[in-house]
């Protein structure tokens, strides 16, 4: 079980792991690509429920004229009052809060990976980093 913020985080840190071009891939970084893959597959819908719920929230709390018309800025995002922002910021902590399943695919940290976004990526990609630390 992971929470929806962390399930946020992998996203966008596998999202930049797969961008980046590397030369020569070996065996491991293969797997991690493929692993990266399909579990960003299974959290989609979780990250695509999460901000189909805060358009929804933003649309209901945004800042409306005398003609029912939302009104936006210069940039095209909704305008809001204090409490309509602060009431927005409640339901996003709350969803972020919010623990779901997430269907993971493990594989071994490839050698000279960074340790750092090892970390990151535990219980998504790589089942225990500590471990792996420790061995090293």
Do not use: W
Not at 8 to 24: H, R
Not at 66 to 85: M, R, T
């Amino acid at each position: 079980m992971k929470k929806l913020s962390e399930v946020v985080k992998f996203s966008n840190i596998a999202n930049q792991i797969l961008k980046q071009e590397k030369e020569a891939k070996t065996r491991e970084d293969l797997k991690l690509e493929y692993a990266l893959s399909k579990t960003l597959k299974a959290v989609e819908p979780v990250i695509k429920g999460y901000q189909e719920k805060m358009q929804e929230k933003r649309i209901d709390l945004c800042l409306i004229d005398k003609d029912d018309s939302i009104l936006k800025d210069e940039e095209g995002n909704f305008k809001f009052d204090k409490q309509g922002l602060k009431d927005l910021e409640v339901l996003n902590n709350e969803l972020l809060a919010d623990v779901c399943e997430i269907k993971t695919h493990f594989v071994s940290i490839p050698k000279g990976f960074p340790i750092v976004i090892a970390l990151e990526l535990e219980g998504f990609v790589f089942e225990d980093v500590e471990s792996f630390i420790d061995a090293e």
